[in-house]
């Protein structure tokens, strides 16, 4: 918990974060952050109608065809629904789990003299906490808002966000590879492919564009979680390391990296084997509590 006397406060539910935080935006005249609320629950939307619609594909038009085996049928009706999980179960922890919000309990006098102060908020904020301009609040390692999960991206659901693009990244790839045979042998049948060949068409357009878009945008989480940073942390540390050569100085770096492996097992919460990050399960935030919550770093 946090380093201080009074008690901690209880995370806010998924509904009263989205009522608050849109409150806010309509009190501030915040018309892009009015935009960004209104906007989440359509992009939510339109998620889970793509991956319903991809999934009737698959059950439907994709599998049936293409499987010349029980046992390969057998193989692709559990890891199929598996992945499936996989992506709904990270995508929703994302969604209602509280990212680590304001308020924070009040520092103590000797804590507060090594605080900053957040303007927005008018208040003390902890060490690695950022303030988001569309919450309208401060949040505990933030690395960034994102509206397709109606949420910030912070302390207590940064690992389900990194797990739900490993999981949709392995689904689009997967999709990409058993709707390539199918592709090819329209192609080679010319245009007049059967009707029902258009879901699978742009089944394989979605898995493919997204696969690459992808890779990227995972990969460069996954870089940052090996070094033990978040987006805003990154682009400060770049910002500082600027400053240091125009002024001559020595800039010591980032002061959160513990090493490669000890960045990833603190952040997954791994206690045994790598590959357990993986797994679908409510795994609280591992890092050392003081080193995220606490006023006394």
Request: net charge positive; with cysteine.
């Amino acid at each position: 918990g946090f380093h201080s006397g009074n008690e901690k406060p209880m995370p806010l539910s998924f509904f009263d974060r989205f009522i608050i935080r849109l409150g806010n935006s309509l009190e501030s005249a915040d018309v892009v952050g009015v935009t960004m609320r209104l906007l989440g629950p359509l992009l939510l939307i339109l998620l889970m109608g793509i991956l319903s619609f991809v999934t009737f594909a698959w059950y439907n038009l994709i599998i049936p065809y293409i499987v010349e085996s029980q046992w390969m049928l057998l193989a692709h009706y559990i890891g199929g629904p598996l992945l499936l999980f996989n992506i709904v179960f990270n995508y929703l922890s994302i969604v209602f789990t509280d990212p680590g919000t304001s308020p924070f309990p009040e520092p103590s006098p000797e804590e507060a003299q090594k605080l900053k102060m957040c303007k927005k908020c008018n208040a003390f904020k902890p060490p690695r906490a950022h303030h988001c301009p569309i919450c309208k609040v401060c949040v505990l390692r933030m690395d960034h808002h994102c509206p397709w999960v109606l949420n910030c991206v912070g302390y207590r659901n940064h690992r389900y966000f990194a797990l739900f693009l490993f999981w949709i990244w392995v689904g689009c790839v997967y999709m990409t590879a058993i709707t390539t045979p199918q592709m090819l042998a329209a192609s080679k049948a010319g245009l007049s492919a059967k009707q029902s060949d258009l879901p699978v068409f742009l089944c394989f357009i979605f898995a493919s564009v997204f696969s690459v878009v992808l890779l990227m945008f995972a990969g460069w989480q996954y870089y940052l979680i090996f070094r033990g940073q978040t987006q805003f942390e990154f682009y400060d540390d770049m910002h500082k390391r600027r400053i240091a050569r125009r002024t001559g100085q020595t800039y010591v770096g980032n002061e959160f990296d513990l090493g490669w492996r000890q960045n990833f097992n603190e952040f997954f919460g791994v206690t045994g084997y790598w590959w357990t990050f993986v797994l679908p399960t409510f795994v609280p935030p591992s890092l050392q509590e003081h080193r995220e919550t606490t006023y006394t770093v």
